[in-house]
């Protein structure tokens, strides 16, 4: 029997002998060089004190199956012969320890190579999708239809509550409320009617009286057209009458007219009959005008200026039929 065998059966098992023999075969153990000692004793006791104590001398890193089933001695000799397990356990550790040497060695060199090595990084990509950097034409072209086409799958894949696909236009205000775009529209066509009246009311202020007359005669005979026949002949009286009450200044024969109307205008109001000057327009006086020209005198320049033309015009086809 070895003497770990020794040690496991009689000291790593519950041992029901009495503890005289114990304390003697520690003593004999302790004379044949092997001392098992506490970590914890403050210094040795000759005198063997407290060797009855549960917690003695005897301490072991691990549990008994594994010290069974150990094949090596972990025990040591001190002063004593050694054993020959122990230079086998020996060879054995300087083997492992030369093998671990060797590949921390082979490790640290593989490390230093990898550093001395360039690193390589991977190429920044701008906000657009190409790379940054030198790059021909194509590559960046081809960079920027993948980086299109990844957004449109990206699209494509996010579902409608995600990516807001047929939901409807939110506008905001500087302040952040939420627009009511109908209400918008609807108060901007109500504004643009109001503008349009205001703009026509202004162009109907801005005419005379006889152009407002002649506006509301117009439509009276619209809607009155609506009844009269498709034909109308020589003999039709309305028609005739019409033109008979339309005054013409070059009319030879408004002279010999025995049926005359008391003089009014359009608007309703009294004609002025007496002498006036001529004007552009054709427009007379004002029933109450007393017959003093106040204005500047350009009416007269302008149809002494037509004369004169007129009459240059006319001396020169006689000159011309002369010769």
């Known amino acids: 029997m070895s003497l770990a065998d020794y040690l496991a059966k009689n000291y790593l098992t519950a ?3 009495p503890e005289k023999k114990a304390k003697k075969r520690k003593r004999k153990e302790a004379s044949s060089g092997l001392i098992i000692a506490d970590d914890d004793a403050l210094g040795w ?13 005897m301490t072991v890193g691990s549990n008994s199956a594994e010290f069974r089933k150990s094949k090596r001695n972990n ?32 490790t640290h060199a593989r490390a230093l190579a990898d550093e001395d090595l360039p690193a390589i990084s991977p190429p920044t990509r701008m906000e657009s999708g190409a790379h940054a950097g030198l790059q021909t034409a ?9 980086q299109r086409a990844a957004e449109r799958a990206r699209f494509l894949q996010d579902s409608a509550s995600h990516s807001g696909r047929g939901s409807e236009t939110i506008y905001r205000d500087a302040s952040g409320r939420i627009i009511n775009v109908a209400m918008k529209r609807a108060e901007a066509r109500k504004k643009a009617d109001d503008d ?18 002649a506006a509301r005669k117009r439509k009276e005979d619209l809607a009155e ?37 008391a003089g009014k205008s359009v608007t309703g109001k009294p004609l002025y009959m007496g002498p006036a000057g001529p004007n ?3 427009i007379r006086p004002g029933y109450r005008w007393d017959g003093v020209d106040r204005g500047n005198g350009f009416e007269k320049e302008y149809f002494g200026a037509q004369n004169r033309r007129r009459n240059l015009k006319e001396l020169d086809y006689a000159w011309q039929m002369d010769e």
């Open 75 to 106: 025990w040591q000799t001190i002063n004593g012969t050694p054993h020959p397990s122990s230079t086998s356990t020996s060879t054995d550790q300087a083997t492992a320890d030369a093998i671990i040497a060797s590949a921390a060695a082979e």
């Open 138 to 146: 194509s590559q960046v072209t081809q960079q920027l239809a993948h």
């Open 45 to 57: 006791n000759p005198n063997g004190a407290n060797d009855e104590d549960d917690d003695g001398p």
């Open 196 to 213: 349009a009246a205001k703009a026509a009311a202004a162009a109907e202020a801005q005419k005379g009286d006889v152009q407002l007359a």
């Open 225 to 261: 057209a609506k009844f009269m026949p498709l034909t109308r002949y020589a003999d039709d009286e309305e028609m005739n009458e019409g033109l008979r009450e339309r005054e013409r200044w070059d009319d030879p024969a408004a002279r010999f007219l025995t049926k005359r109307k």
């Open 280 to 282: 552009r327009y054709g």
């Open 15 to 17: 041992d029901s002998k």
